[in-house]
């Protein structure tokens, strides 16, 4: 019914920067909070960041200041611009919409994408 379809990881030098994108397909009239997770392995999934519908942001202690989150609710899309990355930032990240409600207004539930791969190289 909905789905997360995430771009923009690779490959990067520490000390570079990368964009993610996630878009939002389906019957949608409105996802109340959209974000990023990550996970390395051998170790647990984390918020990475998060931002509402009006625009409040929170971020992981590890990535203030270097990471920003936007959004563009017509498009149903979410950002990740990640700069200053360092090797421990390596990991799968996964985006996420929260609180999604169709087009009749009907809450249909929370929504993963599949996740995508970001590797910082020393």
């Known amino acids: 019914q909905v789905q997360l379809v995430e771009s923009g990881g690779g490959v990067v030098q520490a000390g570079g920067s990368l964009r993610l994108s996630c878009a939002a397909s389906?019957?949608?009239?409105?996802?109340?909070?959209m974000g990023w997770y990550r996970q390395a392995p051998v170790k647990q999934r984390e918020l990475v960041a998060g931002?509402?519908?009006?625009?409040?942001?929170n971020y992981a202690d590890s990535t203030k200041g270097r990471f920003a989150i936007s959004r563009d609710n017509a498009k149903n899309t979410v950002y990740l611009q990640m700069n200053s990355l360092k090797p421990e930032d390596t990991a799968v990240y996964y985006c996420?919409?929260?609180?999604?409600?169709?087009?009749?207004?009907?809450?249909?539930?929370?929504?993963w994408g599949q996740g995508t791969q970001v590797t910082i190289s020393s």
């Open positions: 996420n919409a929260a609180g999604v409600y169709d087009i009749l207004r009907r809450t249909i539930g929370d929504y």
């Open positions: 389906g019957s949608i009239f409105s996802i109340n909070t």
């Open positions: 931002i509402s519908s009006t625009g409040s942001t």
